[in-house]
């Protein structure tokens, strides 16, 4: 025993290391986890204060690229009012799908897109209905899911994220395919799983589709910049270029889903009774 | 005894202000990312308590992961730096050994001498962190590349706040 105290005694300096290291890789593994409530990130009260000042400064250096950002979204949701007030509303509209949506406009306090795993941090949180999983929409497309939130805070796993895996595919024909971030470019995603039969060409616009709970069908994820079909496989693995500029990103929306736990609840049913 | 806690506790206050305020912000060409809060470890007095260092380099590496939502991967690089730190001084301690109380900063020991002891350790830092950022070894050459090239823009800022600091010394 007495032993025993005199080697921890000698050794402190490692044991403490070792201590030390052990809770770093129980944060690191934690935090891995979606969508857990933790108070050391940039959602807390204190770092989302601070974040929420610097940004205040930093958003009047760019107050012209966000205002010209604004008005052309303004332009485009114009353009949809005027087309739809052709007396045709009454006639075409379907039931199902208005409304389902609501958009919650936020800014960004924080944002970063160099590293392997992007997080963004947005200046509303559970008071403003913010819930973990909603899906997150900037002015030119899509930007990333919700992760954890706070009364006032949330951060959003940004699509330059190692996890994060998002439905996509043609607008022009109904063909998807899973989109990934590769790393490296934050001006570039891969779009896999389209299969060899496919046509399509470089320039093509690529949407989000119907079979994901967390965006609108129809939301722009960018164009097809270039792709490849390697021997013996049988899918096309293509580079897309991003629509939305992570390094320019000043105000996003969050869509929330009306129905959404109604889908996830209906699944979940369905699922267990295979057991 | 008192003044050397002020001035280690507003040297981090600042160096972590200065980190996550601004170096944060700045990412040259998408993929450098310098990293000025090693200096506070660096600069911890040669004789100050080793377990007590780690603390410190826990709660430094903390400070930066809670602004950048990478929880518990600066801290353990830092702690990693820290425990390696002794080793590193031993290994370039002066002939005559370090004077009691001596901080191994660049107005005290020289140029030559602070810029490889900076060195290795920034490169035993950011070699973890990245390493530990990407959680895999299948793109090890990118992830050395970036890693080295960070270090680099690491050690050219720590370089610079050190003779920016070293000067405002000597005046005194």
Known sequence: ?275 | MITEIITLLLRFLALTALQVLLLNNIQLSGFINPYIYLLFIMLLPVKFSKGFSLVMAFVSGFAIDIFTNTAGMHAAATVLMAFMRPAVLRIFSPRDGYEAESVPSMSRMGFNWFAVYASVLIVIHHVTLFFIEAFTFSSFFLTLTRALLSGAASLLIILIAQFLTGKFKTEK
């Open chain 1, 1 to 275: 025993m007495k032993n025993l105290v005199l080697f921890l005694w000698k050794n402190n300096f490692t044991i403490v290391f070792l201590l030390l290291q052990v809770f770093c890789f129980y944060l690191i593994i934690q935090n891995n986890k979606y969508h857990n409530a933790a108070w050391y990130n940039s959602s807390n009260r204190v770092s989302g204060d601070i974040m929420s000042a610097v940004s205040s400064v930093t958003q009047y250096l760019n107050l012209k690229n966000s205002n010209r950002a604004l008005a052309d979204e303004n332009a485009l949701l114009k353009s949809m009012i005027a087309a739809l007030s052709v007396d045709s509303i009454p006639r075409f509209r379907n039931p199902d799908s208005t409304g389902k949506y609501i958009f919650h406009s936020a800014r960004v306090v924080n944002n970063s897109f160099i590293r392997r795993n992007n997080y963004l941090t947005i200046d509303k949180g559970s008071l403003d209905s913010i819930r973990p999983e909603m899906g997150v929409i900037g002015p030119n497309g899509i930007v990333g899911q919700v992760k954890d939130v706070s009364p006032h805070y949330a951060t959003v796993i940004s699509l330059l994220h190692k996890n994060s895996r998002i439905s996509a595919g043609f607008k022009n024909s109904r063909f998807f395919g899973s989109l990934t971030w590769p790393g490296m470019n934050p001006r570039e995603a891969l779009l896999s799983d389209i299969a060899r039969h496919v046509k399509f060409s470089k320039g093509d616009t690529i949407v989000t589709t119907a079979y994901s709970a967390l965006f609108p069908e129809g939301i722009l994820v960018g164009t097809v910049k270039d792709f490849e079909a390697r021997d013996g496989s049988s899918f096309y693995s293509i580079t897309i270029e991003l629509s939305t500029d992570f390094t320019n990103l000043h105000y996003v929306y969050a869509v929330e889903n009306k129905h959404r736990e109604e889908i996830k609840n209906l699944e979940l049913q369905s699922q267990s009774n295979d057991h």
